[in-house]
């Protein structure tokens, strides 16, 4: 306990330099622009500002990085509210309420409600990153080859099951993503697979150039493809966030702040689930359900809260388990292995004071949109207004230059474009991103430790199902898979009404 | 979560179809991949593996999105158009051969990147506004400002990513 304290004093106390404290503005501002900016996403982000961090010290470049992710989802907000449109697609439960506030002339207060529940919401998830990340160390030190299979499998299917509109989609295109990571040397025998005779292709498929790609061109892409739009934005009050909203509203600010977090640390899921999940427990938990849509201020809390705790949440998985909670995630777990940090189960052994300085990292991002949420409005709103037919092909150009200069290759760029092409044409065919994302990430994981577990048994599956954590994660995933099955669902609804009811009589409720 | 519009039947049959194609190539790929026989490398751990059972997994998802999509309606008569019609959409039909001539055939082919930049940027602008700037009468105009915003940012970038951060450039 005490060690974690002095960890993260120390870890403060060495970020406070003029030099990392600019760097922690500039990214946040970064990140703030991007987000407010409909079309471009955190992911895209993140990835192109890795580039810009390649000559820095690793923390430097990671709290460049985080700087950027919290910025970008704080910033998201600001669309959210002023125009109807989500900057990202973790502030799309913020438009319900943030622009009806808006419509009423109170976007001034919209805006200040969402900085204050994005700052709550990010110091709730860094406390949680602080106290579970340990734990969960400890936990995934008992991960065999037998449980890493299952973990990869688990998240392609969660993070299938809950990212996009249709689960069987999600999971096609987390397990093209698996099968993406196979393609180039593979890491027991260095034989190539799949690489057609192509030399760049031995060393794989860069995760950095194809989030680029399925992040960046994708989106300039879709956003392009649609004549402009004209927006309006109404004229706003004062922003300063009110200590009474998130005093009045406490129960919910934590509550979603929690769902946040877990939804952070559920692989591959991300932060608009969680910014609906939060919405949803708050609409249900709610005395004033009625005002949900119309300009709720609990409704734009909790949203907000939620989306921000999922933060600090996708790090936790990122450190113990090098797996990433949401597809920005993923490029900081990329980032990270380029500037020679490991994450994993190992790090609480190897580098246990870089836990904390993540955690200094997420303090001094939320102070940076707390900064930022005060000063920066109306020059948001000009940002706001700047013809996409400007901004896009500025994206574009940055995507080639972002792909490009991580190994100063023009493979890179090529298969930036090639990801771009495939994510703008999963999108109109309706299939989510982020699982794709995930299986690249995971698909090495998932390659060799099936491959040593069946090594491990010779050739024996019953390891696969009888260890206690792969048994679980089985039925996890078998759970997810049937209750996608509509008969088993109808059965599963019509068992679970039938124990409710038999619970009541039991304990003598009635309905 | 935000509704989005969905592929018709007809266009989800089309994808059910390329996944079941793509996940058995991929399935054919594995199973014929070299076993290292020489290296007398167990069968459980064989290059080819995983890939099967990824194709054989995807394939079996393709079929089952097929016959969502048969029962959905997909081959009744009826059942045409989708949300993929390229030829209605001018925007992406020019806009992706510009990224591509950007990408391909001016980066890394021996034009100085600010200028390979300013072209692409300029081009992207003058395009896109061209409607817009017809209307109001402002070609000429729109043609300068197009090229002078190409040059600022395409020599912006240079600056950046060149002499501040030190990276390197296509």
């Known amino acids: 306990m005490f060690d974690g304290l002095f960890a993260f004093g120390h870890a403060i106390a060495g970020m406070l330099s003029p030099m990392t404290i600019l760097y922690a503005l500039g990214a946040t501002l970064i990140g703030l622009v991007i987000g407010a900016l409909p079309g471009l996403t955190a992911t895209m982000g993140v990835a192109l500002m890795t580039t810009l961090t390649l000559k820095m010290t690793p923390n430097e470049a990671i709290l460049v990085l985080i700087c950027t992710y919290i910025g970008a989802i704080y910033g998201g907000s600001r669309s959210a509210i002023l125009l109807n449109i989500p900057g990202t697609p973790a502030s799309a439960a913020s438009c319900l309420d943030g622009h009806a506030l808006a419509k009423q002339g109170l976007a001034g207060r919209a805006m200040g409600i969402a900085t204050s529940g994005s700052v709550v919401g990010t110091w709730i998830g860094m406390l949680c990153l602080a106290l579970f990340t340990p734990v969960l160390g400890e936990m995934a030190l008992k991960f065999g080859a037998y449980e890493f299979f299952w973990l990869a499998v688990f998240g392609v299917v969660i993070s299938g ?46 995760l950095i150039p194809a989030l680029v790609g399925a992040f960046g061109f994708a989106e300039v892409l879709t956003v392009m493809k649609d004549p402009p739009r004209k927006y309006i934005i109404n004229t706003f009050d004062r922003v300063i966030p009110r200590i009474r909203d998130v005093l009045q509203y406490w129960r919910t600010v934590i509550r979603s702040g929690l769902i946040g977090t877990f939804m952070g640390i559920v692989p591959g899921v991300g932060e608009d689930v969680a910014a609906w999940s939060s919405y949803a427990a708050a609409r249900r938990a709610s005395k004033e359900k009625e005002k949900f849509g119309k300009g709720s201020v609990e409704g734009l809390m909790a949203a907000e809260t939620g989306d921000n705790a999922c933060i600090p949440g996708a790090v936790i998985p990122v450190l113990t388990l090098a797996v990433p909670g949401s597809a920005p995630a993923a490029v ?9 940090v490991r994450p994993g189960p190992l790090i609480m052994i190897e580098n246990p004071g870089f836990v904390y300085d993540v955690v200094a990292m997420m303090l001094i991002a939320s102070f940076g949109i707390l900064f930022y ?45 090639g990801f771009g092409v495939i994510g703008f044409l999963l999108r109109l065919f309706n299939y989510p991103v982020a699982p794709l994302v995930l299986g690249i990430v995971l698909g090495d994981i998932l390659d060799k430790n099936l491959r040593r577990g069946l090594v491990l048994s010779d050739g024996d599956l019953t390891p696969f199902i009888t260890r206690p954590i792969s048994a679980v994660m089985l039925a996890a995933i078998l759970f997810i898979i049937l209750m996608n099955v509509p008969p088993f669902r109808r059965r599963f609804d019509a068992a679970s009404a039938a124990v409710k009811l038999r619970l009541r009589q039991l304990f003598g409720r009635t309905a | ?98 990224c591509l001539i950007f990408a391909v055939g001016l980066l890394g082919q021996g034009v100085v990147f600010w200028l390979a930049a300013a072209l692409f940027i300029a081009a992207f602008v003058f395009i896109f506004e061209y409607q817009d700037r017809r209307a109001a009468g402002q070609r000429l105009r729109g043609a300068v400002v197009a090229v002078a915003y190409g040059v600022i940012v395409g020599l912006t970038i240079q600056y950046v990513f060149e002499d501040l951060f030190l990276l390197r450039l296509p």
């Open chain 1, 332 to 340: 900081l777990l990329a980032a990270m292995l380029i500037h020679g």
């Open chain 1, 161 to 206: 099951n809950l990212t996009g509109t249709d689960p069987l989609k999600g999971w096609i295109a987390g397990f093209l993503g698996l099968f993406i990571a196979a393609i180039g040397q593979e890491g027991m025998y260095a034989y190539d697979r799949f690489t057609f005779g192509i030399h760049d292709l031995s060393g794989g498929i860069g």
């Open chain 2, 1 to 98: 979560m935000m509704q989005e519009d969905k592929p018709s039947p007809r266009a989800d049959l089309w994808s059910g179809l390329a996944w079941i194609v793509l996940g058995l190539a991929i399935a054919w790929g594995g199973w014929t991949m070299d076993r290292l026989a020489y290296l007398n490398v167990s069968f459980y751990t064989i290059p080819g593996l995983v890939p099967m059972l990824l194709g054989f997994a995807i394939a079996f998802m393709g079929a089952v999105l097929l016959l969502r999509a048969v029962r959905a309606g997909a081959l009744a008569p009826a059942a045409t158009g989708g949300p993929v019609r390229l030829a209605d959409h001018w925007r992406i039909l020019t806009m992706l051969p510009l």
């Open chain 1, 373 to 417: 949420g005060l000063t920066l409005t109306k020059l948001l709103v000009k940002i706001l207004l700047v013809p996409r037919t400007l901004i896009m092909p500025l994206i574009f150009v940055l995507c080639a230059v972002g792909a490009f200069a991580i190994a100063s290759r023009m493979f890179d760029v090529y298969v930036m474009l």
